[in-house]
């Protein structure tokens, strides 16, 4: 902890506020590389806390973690045409080693599918040899973009890359409920975030696949922006890169493959989303310090009031990350507005009154109450509960904000009004990609995902652009 200046702006003025939070708060930093940045220990914890969760989980059911090369040959970059059109203008390449020119431009990793499936294709051989399912912790570049945002966009950024092979089609596609699954469960869970579940149109697929699905989270400035996704690749890398194996029966077959991925991008989501006037709101699982104690005490009873803080602090750590705030250099408040600015979850105010009386004065950061308790056998159940109360309304909050901003269009008239107030616009959709296209071109916003749960509002509807019969329900918005 080291007492600093707040942030300057309110959050209504969102594009600085967020960028003055992520920095004064200490949790990231700029780097010397444009588009690029630092990881500050707060911050790479709630990463560390999110891959923790998610490598428990995909091991549990049959994941296992591998590592592979940061550097792709052309040769293999180029195997799947489409995969390779859809990534060109982002990839990085390495031209030299030292003073030499390379025979082959390396490919800095935009994503693995091209050197893990050369790999397969010479391990997979037979059915027994099946599922082969792959994840790897990694960094990806991706240098396609002029005005990076950090964390929201970053030419760098961490993740997970899932790679599965199946030899049954049905059991490949079965994966894609267990995997957006334990998504959604960190994300609700964890990062109290909210999130419309769907399919890709289309013309948002993940190049190569043949259907990609995502979790999409809406922004306070009303853009929506893409979460966690899964891809169903059917036999599209297999075919270019020849995983093949002998079935049961004694023929060859392609084998049906599945990509899936969470990326830091969620951290910027999620402190966006929670932040207020203060600076972070950051919930409870996710948080380096969940608790601060704060002494407050003048010359007379200082040593009295740090001596209960004290053991305030050592009843606390055992079971929650808490932090004795007990630096004597700054005052009460000016820790006050740091703990804010930093989204510690709870602060414990201790001063003379709370030493004689044996209680703890608790301040919630999510909606500023202040509790006071019994500082007895049962305060650490209590302490449990409102750590688990501010992940609930920090949830409720958003969804109450994301559910208030969908809005179902049944003209183009409505549609072009709701994108113009920053909502979302759900609308039924004939399937044809060309309304599609021209609905981002008069209004900039593009269609997100196709929410699993709305598809039969748009049962004997019209395409909202061109009054044609509509197949599907598509959310429209402006996003990242």
């Known amino acids: 902890m080291s007492g600093h200046d707040g942030i300057s702006v309110k959050k209504s003025d969102f594009s600085e506020w967020y960028t003055q939070s992520l920095i004064k708060s200490e949790l990231f930093d700029y780097s010397a590389v444009s588009g690029c940045i630092v990881f500050r220990p707060d911050g790479y914890f709630i990463w560390e806390s999110i891959q923790k969760f998610i490598d428990i989980e995909f091991k549990n059911t049959g994941i296992s973690n591998v590592y592979f090369p940061l550097l792709i040959p052309e040769k293999l970059f180029e195997k799947e045409k489409e995969h390779v059109k859809g990534f060109s203008p982002e990839v990085a390449w390495v031209t030299h080693g030292g003073n030499s020119k390379l025979d082959e431009r390396l490919a800095i990793r935009p994503t693995s599918e091209t050197i893990i499936y050369d790999s397969a294709a010479k391990w997979v051989k037979s059915w027994r040899d099946l599922p082969l ?16 945002t950090p964390l929201l966009r970053n030419r760098e950024f961490l993740w997970n890359e899932g790679h599965t092979i199946f030899a049954d089609k049905q059991e490949a596609q079965q994966e894609r409920d267990v995997i957006l699954g334990i998504y959604n469960n960190i994300l609700k869970n964890y990062l109290a975030l909210p999130g419309v579940i769907g399919q890709k149109t289309e013309t948002e697929k993940f190049a190569g696949a043949v259907a990609s699905y995502s979790i999409e989270l809406l922004l306070p400035d009303g853009k929506m922006v893409q979460g966690p996704d899964f891809h169903s690749d059917g036999q599209n890398f297999s075919k270019a890169f020849d995983i093949k194996f002998l079935n049961k029966e004694g023929n060859t077959e392609y084998a049906y493959q599945n990509t899936f991925a969470i990326t830091t991008r969620v951290i910027g989501i999620m402190l966006a989303i929670h932040g207020d006037d203060k600076g972070l709101v950051i919930p409870p699982k996710v948080s380096r310090i969940q608790i601060v104690i704060i002494p407050i005490f003048n010359n007379e009873t200082k040593q009295e009031v740090l001596a209960y803080s004290s053991k305030v602090y050592e009843d606390l750590k055992s079971q929650f990350r808490a932090y004795l705030y007990d630096l004597d250099i700054y005052s009460p408040g000016s820790k006050f507005n740091e703990c804010e600015l930093k989204g510690i979850p709870l602060r414990i105010e201790v001063g003379k009154r709370e030493m004689q009386e044996n209680i703890l004065t608790i301040v919630r950061r999510d909606n500023s109450e202040k509790i006071k308790i019994k500082n007895n056998s049962d305060a650490q159940n209590q302490i449990n509960n409102l750590l688990d109360q501010i992940t609930l309304n920090l ?37 044809d990609e060309k309304c599609e296209k021209q609905i981002k071109a008069d209004t900039t916003a593009k269609s997100t995902n196709m929410p699993f749960d709305a598809q039969n509002k748009s049962k004997n509807k019209k395409c909202v652009y061109c009054n044609k019969n509509a197949k599907y329900t598509v959310n429209f918005a402006k996003s990242y």
Do not use: M, T
């Not at 399912?133 to 990076?148: A, D």
């Not at 969804?399 to 809005?407: P, R």
């Not at 003209?411 to 399937?431: F, T």
């Open 133 to 148: 399912r792959l994840n790897q912790w990694c960094s990806v570049i991706r240098w396609e973009f002029k005005h990076p």
């Open 395 to 431: 949830y409720n909050k958003a969804k109450e904000f994301l559910e208030s901003s969908i809005v179902f269009v049944d003209n183009y008239d409505e549609l072009k009004k709701v994108i113009l107030d920053s909502k979302i616009a759900q609308a039924a959709w004939c399937g």
